[in-house]
């Protein structure tokens, strides 16, 4: 099956960094991936829709300058937290899709997640 | 706004009986609903899909039902083993099945004691 790793799993930072998460569709081409964050028993947050070689989307209420993603490859998409402060923290959690078209035939893929801590 | 409900934030239940999950709609007529499956601390993991004009849907010891006319669906697992301790997702699309947007319900943690 189609897997989607994140890296890294975990990263704790100072107030006030940046911190850069990667997603990787490691067996097929992405054309499409989504990041989204999840708090403590909440449910997944849908950030930004990331298409290759175009600028993301953003949902309602996400600040795209402290958002930065970068898709630059069929494989790969980037989330990096600009100035990150502690409400900040949470679980990033990435997906893949890979078929252009009927939405309705597939699923997105998953990553295992990368939980931020923001001292 | 589009809201999506599972109605029981935990569900604990003996080994071998059957677990069933609840997932409500309001405000929307998606094209297709998802389950998934998220244990502690990692990514969901899909299970099934089924569309508008799908009633039912089975997978192994899984089944998934949908109600269009009550804006429901429900998530059964059969002869349940505590390895599907786990917290269960439900997800619809979002643009009419148009994009990948989904919005997830808040997922119900189901604990099968042995």
């Known amino acids: 099956g189609a897997v989607v790793s994140q890296h890294p799993s975990r990263v704790i930072c100072k107030s006030g960094t940046s911190v850069k998460i990667e997603c990787r569709s490691l067996?097929?081409?992405?054309?499409?991936m989504f990041w989204y964050r999840q708090f403590p028993k909440q449910s997944l947050m849908l950030m930004a829709t990331?298409?290759?070689?175009?600028?993301?989307?953003?949902e309602q209420g996400v600040e795209k300058d402290k958002f930065l993603i970068n898709h630059a490859s069929l494989t790969l998409s980037t989330l990096t937290v600009t100035s990150a402060h502690p409400e900040d923290s949470s679980f990033y959690i990435c997906?893949?899709?890979?078929?252009?078209?009927?939405?309705?035939?597939?699923?997105?893929?998953f990553g295992p997640g990368t939980r931020l801590t923001v001292l | 706004s589009q809201k999506i409900e599972q109605n029981s934030e935990a569900l604990n239940i003996q080994e071998g009986k059957t677990a069933t999950l609840t997932c409500n709609y309001t405000?929307?007529?998606?094209?297709?609903l998802q389950w998934y499956r998220q244990d502690p601390g990692r990514g969901p993991v899909f299970l099934l899909l089924?569309?508008?004009?799908?009633k039912e849907k089975r997978k192994e010891r899984l089944k998934v039902t949908f109600d269009t006319t009550l804006k429901q669906s429900l998530f059964h697992i059969t002869a349940s083993q505590p390895a599907d301790s786990a917290t269960y997702l439900c997800?619809?699309?979002?643009?009419?099945?148009?994009?990948?947007?989904?919005?997830f319900g808040k997922g119900t943690k189901l604990s099968v004691k042995p």
């Open positions: 997800a619809l699309d979002t643009y009419g099945g148009s994009q990948g947007n989904l919005i």
């Open positions: 990331s298409n290759e070689g175009s600028k993301a989307t953003y």
């Open positions: 997906s893949a899709h890979g078929l252009a078209g009927d939405w309705s035939t597939d699923t997105q893929y």
């Open positions: 089924i569309r508008e004009n799908e």
């Open positions: 405000n929307y007529s998606p094209a297709y």
């Open positions: 067996d097929f081409q992405a054309t499409t």
